[in-house]
């Protein structure tokens, strides 16, 4: 083991330094990575460049982490009413009579059809109702569909939206929603969101650095369906009973037929009223919500318009005069920030779905940068406690140790910054926590080399023996710590994963200091000091 | 210079003989730790308990705990646990899970904040609702099992069976041990908490692998020696790389909980409990288990099995 070929130390050298030079950009202000990434020649590729550095957890730059679970109820429920609507159209059509109306169930509808004849030309027309699920992958369909629809002997037909179809409509809906989310956010000018689904129907939302939490989470969780609706002449007929801001809060009976979405508008921003000094919100429609909003305006002069936001009426200005222009503006009892917040979330667009937030973890900017500071501290102390200690042990061993553990540290934060991972404050105790379990190896190998020399082996033969030995024990020992890790890394999510990430690398990279670094160092030694016995 | 040395060269502890009291001992505190599981309970974070939690400092002057205290449980969500904690004059508030699903879990929040936010910085603001606490304690128990269930079936691959059971023993016991550290201080238990199980379930097991490394060694050398002085010179023989490993762990550990801070403090304490822990059971509990197993004959088993395969690769 004390011959090394030249080729294999420079090998070595140059992995280690490679390694520990991915940790450099570390040091560097975010400007100077950002000013070397932007003033380097094109033709190096941008791995080689000192700019990657390891990213921090919002546990410790401060930030907001908030989860949302979409409804899954209310798609369920809209696609019920959907199909409901679609099988009473059918049964128009196709002029089909049927008993006792048309049943409805959280999960489907259910009508009788008396006449076989009416069913076998029914049922062609319902099935096209239902679509296969999925996308067509490489094996075709999965033979499961939105829609089950089942005959019952006595002629009734009930239709149900299937497990598969209420996820497929789920997954849709997430997806929409990943889409209005990221406008809202983007709207509050944040740097580097992050907005990634989780599970079939979650969606986690990470903002770091941010200064109002609070307005991060009435933006999110808002689902932002803006209708406009004439309000009734009576509550009578096809009328919703809405609670209302106006009007001391007495529900107001406004029509269920809706003139104009919010997805027809194409602009909303935050004004005052020029007469009252209210803050208002100006929008403005596309040309087809301009048309139906100027003919609803012209035909119902003089008669309450109803503003629908969420299900609640937010004022009901009288129609003074034909609004064609396709342009308005929406007064209520605003504050500035909530006229800000609405004008967001009407030009980001309504959510598929309610979404509700299930999870918040906020950390202030202050805590994240004491945390920072303070695991910096217990970093530095527990180095030097444990290189005096080794070096107290070993002499010149305890000092080939040190050089070990420094590099591991420096290995780990490369690993990091090379692979883009996030250091989280269990991350920096699990930096700690190996600084001291780091040295295992070496201990493991010198106390093999101190035995082998006690049961009379030469100096040389002692050394050669420790490393050999000792290196089943090292793997052994280490394999098992890595199963934990790696369960931990699986199940664990945020500063949990981040603490399992530094374990694993943690563990991989003492494996490789311990059997390359520390085996070359000892060689140097031996060559240069020429020693008789072993220095411990 | 003179080197430190904690353990002197040529130490013969009866290291197995020792199980006479470090049985009944763990035993009884194994009792301990049940009977408090079941009485005291374990003080779950809102992690596994739903709720909400406020962390907040005083923007000018010390904080008024008594006030504070007054002012959170007449928010009507029911009594806040208030306490103050770190050298900054931090106080932490923790609101029990609301009835009312998701939803109620928020009004927490901005009802705090409107009674708190001229006076105090908010530090940290964590609310967990009722479905999310109870995937993360599905998760975390998945973990712990997933980890051991994974490390079981690499001992006994790499392992004679005997070895395997003893390691995972030992293992069990220092989870139900740190659990005991857990009831007694009644600590925190939160996610954090987990990752500290599974590494000191981690360690636990390094500690026993060292050792039972040397004890599938001694085996093959000394085909006759009584098994309980093998297990004593298996030990013997690795005490001093234990001592120096745990001494350096211990110091890291110890550099954690002094110098890193409020938020890492239970963790660090855990860990510190953890490796004192693993250092006493894969000496004086996973060893001495093998001497109720057949130690010898399995391991002459693969023995045979390894020699049988070697000679077969020979001739063919």
């Known amino acids: ?454 049961q009379g082996r030469s100096l040389v033969s002692a050394l050669e023996a420790g490393f050999q030995r000792a290196f089943a024990t090292i793997i052994d020992s280490n394999v098992t710590m890595l199963i934990a890790a790696l369960a931990l890394f699986a199940l664990g999510s945020g500063p949990v994963r981040g603490f399992a990430v530094v374990f694993i690398l943690g563990i991989l990279t003492t494996v490789i200091t311990a059997v390359t670094l520390t085996r070359m160092l000892i060689a140097l030694w031996y060559r240069w000091a020429r020693p008789k016995a072993l220095p411990f | 210079m003179r080197l430190l040395r904690i353990v002197p060269d040529g130490t013969t502890f009866k290291i197995v003989r020792f199980r006479r009291f470090s049985y009944p001992f763990s035993a009884a505190y194994s009792l301990l730790v049940l009977a408090l599981f079941l009485t005291v309970g374990l003080n779950f974070g809102i992690d596994f308990r739903g709720g909400t939690l406020i962390e907040m400092q005083s923007k000018a002057g010390k904080p008024e705990i008594a006030s504070v205290r007054q002012a959170a449980n007449g928010l009507g969500f029911g009594e806040a646990e208030v306490q103050e904690f770190g050298s900054g004059g931090e106080i932490s508030m923790r609101f029990a899970l609301q009835p009312g699903g998701e939803v109620a879990q928020q009004q927490v929040v901005v009802k705090a904040r409107d009674a708190f936010s001229s006076t105090y910085d908010f530090r940290r603001v964590e609310t967990v609702g009722p479905r999310v606490s109870g995937e993360l304690v599905q998760a975390g128990t998945l973990g712990v099992v997933l980890a051991i269930v994974g490390v079981l079936i690499y001992l006994w691959f790499r392992f004679e069976m005997p070895l395997a059971i003893g390691a995972i023993l030992g293992t069990l016991h220092d989870i139900v041990l740190t659990m005991g550290f857990f009831l007694i201080t009644q600590l925190e238990f939160n996610l954090t908490s987990i990752a500290a199980i599974l590494t000191i379930v981690g360690y636990s097991l390094n500690e026993t692998v060292v050792v039972f490394d040397r004890t599938r060694e001694l085996l093959r050398r000394y085909k006759t020696m009584p098994v309980a002085d093998l297990l004593d010179l298996s030990v013997n023989s690795t005490l001093s790389r234990t001592a120096i490993t745990s001494t350096t762990t211990v110091l890291a550990l110890i550099a954690l909980v002094l110098f890193g801070g409020s938020a890492i403090e239970g963790f660090a304490l855990v860990m510190l409990f953890g490796v004192v822990v693993c250092t006493y059971s894969a000496m004086f509990i996973s060893t001495p288990v093998l001497l109720y197993m057949d130690v010898r004959s399995t391991a002459a088993r693969e023995d045979a099995l390894e020699k049988a395969t070697a000679s077969g690769k020979a001739k063919a």
């Open chain 1, 1 to 454: 083991m004390l011959r090394f070929q030249t080729r294999k130390v420079i090998v070595v050298l140059l992995v280690l330094l490679f390694g520990c030079g991915f940790a450099l950009p570390n040091l560097f202000s975010p400007e100077t990575r950002k000013a070397i990434e932007t003033g380097a020649p094109s033709w190096i590729p941008r791995i080689l460049l000192p700019i990657h550095a390891v990213v921090l957890g919002l546990d410790l730059q401060g930030g907001s982490h908030v989860l949302l679970e979409i409804d899954r109820a209310d798609l369920v429920r809209s696609q019920v009413t959907q199909l409901r609507d679609d099988v009473r159209r059918i049964l128009r059509d196709e002029r089909i009579s049927f008993q006792g109306g048309i049943g409805m169930t959280a999960r489907g509808v259910s009508v009788r059809v008396p006449e076989a004849a009416d069913r076998a030309k029914l049922l062609p027309k319902l099935r096209e109702l239902s679509q296969p699920v999925g996308t067509l992958g490489a094996f075709g369909p999965s033979g499961n569909n939105t829609i089950d629809i089942v005959e019952q002997p006595d002629g009734l037909i009930q239709l149900s939206v299937s497990e598969g179809g209420a996820n497929e409509r789920v997954r849709r809906a997430v997806e929409q929603a990943m889409e209005v989310l990221r406008r809202r956010v983007d709207a509050l000018g944040t740097t580097e969101p992050n907005i990634q689904r989780q599970g079939l129907d979650r969606i986690l939302v990470q903002v770091p650095g941010l200064q109002d939490p609070q307005r991060l989470k009435d933006i999110l969780g808002q689902t932002a369906k803006l209708q406009f609706r004439m309000v009734a002449e009576s509550q009578a007929g096809d009328v919703d009973m809405l609670p209302s801001n106006d009007a001391g809060g007495q529900p107001v009976p406004v029509e269920r037929r809706v003139i104009v979405e919010g997805a027809d508008l194409i602009d909303a921003q935050p004004a005052f009223d020029s007469r009252t000094s209210q803050p208002i919100v100006n929008f403005r429609f596309n040309i087809r919500g301009a048309q139906r909003f100027g003919q609803a305006t012209t035909e119902n002069l003089g008669r309450p318009l109803a503003i629908v936001l969420d299900n609640r009426v937010i004022s009901s200005p009288v129609i003074q005069s034909p609004i064609t222009g396709g342009s308005g503006q929406i007064s209520g009892n605003f504050t500035v920030e909530s006229v800000n917040n609405l004008a967001i979330l009407l030009r980001a667009g309504a959510l598929p779905a309610k979404m509700t937030i299930v999870e918040e973890r906020t950390v202030g900017p202050g805590l994240g940068a004491d945390s920072i500071q303070a695991g910096k501290l217990a970093t530095l102390i527990a180095t030097v406690l444990v290189i005096i200690y080794m070096i107290g042990t070993y002499g010149v061993f305890g000092l080939i140790a040190s050089i070990a553990l420094l590099v591991h540290v420096c290995l780990i934060f490369g690993l990091m910054s090379v692979l883009g991972a996030t250091m989280t404050l269990p991350g920096i105790a699990g930096i700690v926590l190996t600084i001291g379990t780091a040295v295992d190896s070496n201990v493991l190998i010198y106390e093999r080399m101190r035995e082998e020399s006690h």
